[in-house]
């Protein structure tokens, strides 16, 4: 039983918890360009046609490593001397994403559905790119006992994150406007926010892992 208890422990620390909010900030953004979109898209009339073509928003997934390298070496001038290389990245994708997120809410499929899809491939570029960010940061902040916790709490947290932005918006969807929704979503990116500022940049050392 004190091995088990010992095992467990490892789930209380700062730094994976920290980890685990980090993932729900990951998993937050995947509905809001897929399903939950979709039944948004659908509401407003559009055709399945144009609903399909909306599933090529979802290419900067596949395609982030692109720029992996990029966000790995560069320096964001004045806010990484301020926070640090992880998370001067993970402030401004975080940000970025909470921008994206409301103008997607308000930007009125019906009349602009071109305005909505440029809209759309923004919020999964700056979820993409978060997401680069965050594994990163999860290799360099736990110690190595502490991968497998780590790799266990970003995936329930993803899993939180999109059930939250799948069911938890559908549900609000039922009492409240479309645009007021992606608001609450976008606010709920903050969670990520404050987790970055509140806790510490890691200390860089070399690793084999790769931050894609």
Do not use: C
């Not at 809001?32 to 979802?58: H, M, N, Y």
Request: hydrophobic share 60%.
């Amino acid at each position: 039983m004190n091995s088990w208890l010992a095992a467990a422990a490892v789930y209380r620390n700062p730094r994976v918890i920290a980890i685990l909010f980090l993932g729900f900030s990951s998993g937050l953004p995947l509905a809001l360009t897929g399903q939950t979109l979709s039944l948004w898209l659908k509401d407003e009339g559009l055709s399945l046609t144009a609903i399909g073509l909306f599933a090529a928003v979802g290419t900067p997934y596949a395609l982030k490593f692109l720029w992996a390298p990029l966000m790995d070496k560069a320096r964001i001038p004045g806010l990484t001397r301020l926070l640090g290389r992880r998370r001067s990245w993970l402030i401004v994708t975080q940000f970025s994403l909470i921008a994206a997120t409301l103008a997607l809410g308000f930007s009125g499929p019906a009349a602009n559905i071109g305005v909505t899809a440029m809209l759309a491939v923004a919020v999964a570029f700056a979820s993409a790119s978060q997401d680069i960010v965050v594994d990163a940061y999860r290799v360099e902040i736990l110690e190595e006992h502490q991968f497998a916790a780590g790799a266990a709490a970003i995936v329930f947290g993803y899993r939180v994150g999109m059930l939250v932005s799948g069911a938890g918006a559908l549900y609000l969807a039922s009492a409240f406007a479309w645009p007021l929704v992606y608001a609450a979503m976008a606010v709920l990116v903050l969670v990520g926010v404050a987790t970055v500022l509140l806790n510490p940049e890691p200390t860089m050392r070399e690793t084999s892992e790769s931050i894609v």
